[in-house]
């Protein structure tokens, strides 16, 4: 395996702070960056000019390159008696928070904005979920010189990323926290373990799902991956721009209380069981993102009124083995020189 690309992004060790759309503020990334592995702003649901604006910042606090992580976008299809059904399955919460009636305002993809964004910007690295970038879109970011990364959660995705051009290939296991990139047919769950078993790449391969110590990490590095992607045990560092309830959560969790669940945005993604997940599982759900869109104001407001039991709580399997620290601190626990 070829591990010339990592060192040639100026990281010390394998290891990528995984890109959290909501959580990664740019002094997250840079202590990232200062610890020697690789940062990522998760610009998923950002304006073109707010990640024009983060990715500033983040120049600003470090010389090193960084990723930054943009949603691809897919076709959609506007049913506006899905979407009614589903902002109706949501009337109970807004009563009990407080919140207006009428539908919120649904986002449109800045997908395309970002990527001139990100172009202009000379980023070094653009990482990909939810699907892949098209052949006009890879040909124009690799002609700026960024190292593409796509994300599969089966060989069919890991084989489909290589082939548009991804320089590697994060393999997402059903462990993970966050959503789930998987862009072809039904969602299969595969583990992270089975994932590795079965990829036939030639490109690195960064592996991603439970990952939080040195034996997690050099068990990925032994079944064929290049580098390891941590999501969870970073996003309760002190440095992570995620809500503190969702730390003290994640901190306070013990073990098999996460869940696969749709109910927040309309695409499956990990997180601590609750309230909204149990009381929704039967409720209308609206495609991604609309969903997403429907359920912002709620989460918000829950956020505020510091109800737990409506958050989107992401975290993955391994969540409740997450510790206290600083990032520098979890990185000392992910090479094995802190236990
Ligand atoms: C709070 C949270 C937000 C996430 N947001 C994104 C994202 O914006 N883009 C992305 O590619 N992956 C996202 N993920 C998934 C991670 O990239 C990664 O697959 C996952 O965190 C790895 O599993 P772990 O949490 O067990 O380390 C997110 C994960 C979490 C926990």
New binding site residues.
């Given amino acids: 395996m070829d591990h010339s690309w990592w060192k040639a992004l100026d990281m010390d060790y394998p290891i990528i702070q995984?890109?959290?759309?909501?959580?990664?503020s740019p002094e997250f990334v840079a202590a990232c960056l200062d610890a020697g592995i690789l940062g990522?702003l998760?610009?998923?649901?950002m304006t073109a000019e707010g990640t024009r604006a983060a990715i500033r910042e983040i120049r600003n606090l470090s010389d090193k390159p960084f990723n930054v992580?943009l949603?691809v976008p897919e076709k959609l299809e506007r049913d506006a008696g899905v979407i009614g059904e589903a902002h109706r399955a949501l009337a109970p919460y807004r009563k009990e928070l407080g919140l207006p009636e009428e539908m919120p305002d649904l986002s449109e993809s800045e997908f395309s904005r970002q990527v001139g964004v990100v172009i202009d910007e000379r980023v070094e690295v653009v990482?990909?979920?939810f699907g892949l970038p098209d052949e006009d879109t890879v040909r124009r970011l690799k002609d700026a010189g960024a190292f593409l990364i796509g994300?599969a959660t089966t060989p069919e995705e890991a084989v489909e990323a290589e082939r548009s051009g991804m320089d590697a290939v994060?393999l997402?296991?059903k462990?993970?926290?966050?959503?789930r990139?998987a862009f072809i047919g039904e969602d299969r769950f595969l583990t992270l373990r089975e994932l590795l078993a079965g990829a036939r790449l030639t490109v690195p391969v960064i592996a991603?799902?439970?990952?939080?110590d040195a034996g997690t990490v050099r068990a990925a590095l032994d079944a064929g991956a290049s580098a390891v992607?941590?999501?969870?045990?970073?996003?309760v560092t002190e440095e992570s721009g995620?809500n503190a309830l969702?730390k003290e959560a994640i901190l306070n969790s013990s073990e098999g209380e996460t869940v696969i669940t749709n109910a927040f945005s309309g695409k499956h993604?990990?997180?601590l069981n609750n309230r909204f997940i149990e009381e929704m599982a039967e409720a209308a759900i609206a495609p991604y993102p609309i969903q997403n869109d429907l359920t912002k104001p709620i989460r918000s407001a829950a956020g505020k009124q510091g109800k737990t039991g409506l958050l989107s709580l992401?975290?993955?399997?391994?969540?409740w083995k997450a510790r206290r620290g600083k990032v520098s601190e979890i990185v000392r626990r992910l090479i094995g020189e802190e236990e």
Avoid at 18 to 24: R, V
Avoid at 42 to 45: D, E, L, M, R, S
Avoid at 229 to 235: F, K
């Fill in positions: 995984a890109p959290m759309a909501g959580s990664t990522s998760g610009a998923g649901y992580n949603f990482s990909f979920t994300t994060v997402q296991g462990e993970a926290g966050g959503h990139g991603a799902g439970g990952i939080h992607q941590v999501g969870t045990a970073l996003l995620a969702h993604a990990r997180g992401w975290s993955g399997e391994s969540g």
